[in-house]
C-alpha cells in the first residue's frame, strides 16, 4: 500500500525563522515527486523532483530529493506570515498522486 | 491564461439526491484527474483522464461515482444517491500530459455537503 508521511504534523515559527519540512514515501511505480501550498482549497504547485540530489529553488523556497532513501525535504528561509499555510508532499505513484496529510505551518508577526 | 475552473463552488443535497460536479482544465491540457478531501484528511485520487485513453477508475470509492469527459475537455464527475461520507470538497488537476512526469494544476473546488 502506497504511504506518505509528512512531519512535523505542524509547527509555529516567527517571521524571520527558516524551517524544514520532511516527507518520506514508499509508493509503488514512483515517477516524481511533488510539493504543493495550500491555503484554502486548491493547492498550489510548488515544485516538482524527479532526479536525487538536485535542488529546485525559487525564492525564498528550496526542495530536495533522495530516490534512495525515499525522502524529500521542503525548506523555507527568512519566513513570513504569508507562508502560513498546509504544506503537502505528493510523490507520483503510475498516474496519480499519493498526498499525505501535510504539515500546517504557522508564522508569527 | 485561464487556469482549472470548477463548478459549483459550494453545493448542499439532501441524501439520496443524485449530484453532478464540472471541472474545465486548462486549454490544451490532455490529462485530467479528480481527488477528494474529506475534512482534515488528505487529498484522495479518484480517477484519471488522458486524452481519448480508458480512464482509470482505481480511485472511486464505489459504484455510485462516475465520471465522463468530452474529449481533452470538460469532465463531470456524478455521485449517485448521495451519502453523508460523500461530503468532501472535489478537486479537479489538468497537466499537459499525464504520460510525462508533468505538474498538476488544481481547481478550486467543490465543496459538497450531503444532510
Known amino acids: 500500500e502506497d504511504k506518505v508521511v509528512q512531519s512535523p504534523l505542524s509547527l509555529v515559527v516567527h517571521e524571520g525563522d527558516t524551517v524544514t519540512l520532511n516527507c518520506s514515501y514508499e509508493?509503488?511505480?514512483?515517477?516524481?515527486l511533488l510539493w504543493y501550498k495550500q491555503e484554502k482549497k486548491a493547492p498550489t504547485f510548488l515544485f516538482m523532483l524527479?532526479?536525487?540530489?538536485i535542488e529546485k529553488k525559487s525564492g525564498r523556497l528550496s526542495s530536495i530529493l533522495d530516490k534512495k532513501e525515499l525522502f524529500s525535504i521542503l525548506n523555507i528561509t527568512a519566513t513570513q506570515t504569508g507562508d502560513s499555510a498546509v504544506y503537502l508532499c505528493?510523490?507520483?505513484?503510475?498516474?496519480?498522486?499519493?498526498f499525505g496529510a501535510g504539515t500546517i505551518l504557522r508564522v508569527k508577526s | 491564461g485561464a487556469g482549472v475552473s470548477q463548478s459549483p463552488s459550494n453545493k448542499v443535497t439532501e441524501k439520496g439526491k443524485d449530484v453532478e460536479l464540472r471541472c474545465d482544465p486548462i486549454?490544451?491540457?490532455?490529462?485530467l484527474y479528480w481527488y477528494r478531501q474529506r475534512l482534515g484528511q488528505g487529498l484522495e485520487f479518484l480517477i484519471y483522464?488522458?486524452?481519448?485513453?480508458?480512464?482509470?477508475k482505481s480511485g472511486l470509492p464505489s459504484d455510485r461515482f462516475s465520471a465522463e469527459r468530452t474529449g481533452e475537455s470538460v469532465s463531470t464527475l456524478t455521485i449517485q444517491r448521495t451519502q453523508q461520507e460523500d461530503s468532501a470538497v472535489y478537486l479537479c488537476?489538468?497537466?499537459?500530459?499525464?504520460?510525462?512526469?508533468?505538474?498538476?494544476?488544481f481547481g478550486p473546488g467543490t465543496r459538497l455537503t450531503v444532510t
Open positions: 488537476a489538468s497537466s499537459l500530459d499525464g504520460t510525462i512526469s508533468y505538474e498538476q494544476y
Open positions: 509508493v509503488t511505480n514512483f515517477r516524481s
Open positions: 524527479t532526479s536525487s540530489g
Open positions: 505528493a510523490p507520483r505513484s503510475g498516474n496519480k498522486l499519493v
Open positions: 486549454s490544451g491540457h490532455t490529462a
Open positions: 483522464f488522458q486524452g481519448n485513453s480508458a480512464p482509470d
